[in-house]
């Protein structure tokens, strides 16, 4: 019974060492997908932006996004997945549900905010005033504005279903979308598979 017992234990590490690296990987796959249009660009003559998949199950219709605030000498500090100021622009079929991750790597706090916008540009610090705030990841209704997720730390959240519109995924501390921290999410009926295009 000894011999059983020790190896049990070995077992359980080994399997969750798989589980964790298996996660891992798939995480990093996420973020590369998103933050390298480069890598999936079509090699048609297209003069517009490439269109960047975004994994989805159709049969309950839920997006899979991993949103990532990189740290990185070549990118603006309030950022999502590279981007900033709109750049980056997500297409989802209205009436899906979104699983996100969030992962800040910036030394910064920083949230997810999803907001149905009431202008075009986030024009004030308090993004609040800028649309409804229909969920956050990273922060509470509470503290959004002053609170988010420390570099290094990630978060999840499950958003929806959505309805069809235009909405902005806006960093919800004071200061941070008016300086950048936003992209544009827009949920239409005539999207039958996400995806994203960077501008």
Known sequence: MKAQSSVLPVVVGILVVIIAVAVGVYVYNQY??????????????????????????????????????????????????????????????????????????????????????????????????????????GATTSNYDVNGISGGASAEGVWGPISAGDYMLVCGILGHAASGMWAVLVASNNVTAPYAVID
Request: no cysteine; glycine share 6%.
């Open 32 to 137: 590369v997908m998103l933050s390298s249009p480069s890598a999936s660009s079509s090699t048609g003559t297209s003069t517009g932006p490439s269109k960047i998949s975004i994994p989805y199950s159709s049969s309950n219709k839920t997006v899979f996004l991993t949103i990532v605030v990189e740290s990185s000498s070549n990118v603006n500090q309030f950022n999502f997945n590279g981007t900033s100021s709109g750049s980056l622009v997500i297409y989802i079929p209205a009436g899906s549900t979104v699983i996100v991750k969030f992962i800040n790597q910036e030394s910064l706090p920083h949230n997810l905010v999803l907001l149905q916008n009431s202008t075009p540009t986030p024009q004030s610090p308090e993004i609040s005033s800028d649309g409804k705030i229909i969920d956050i990841v």
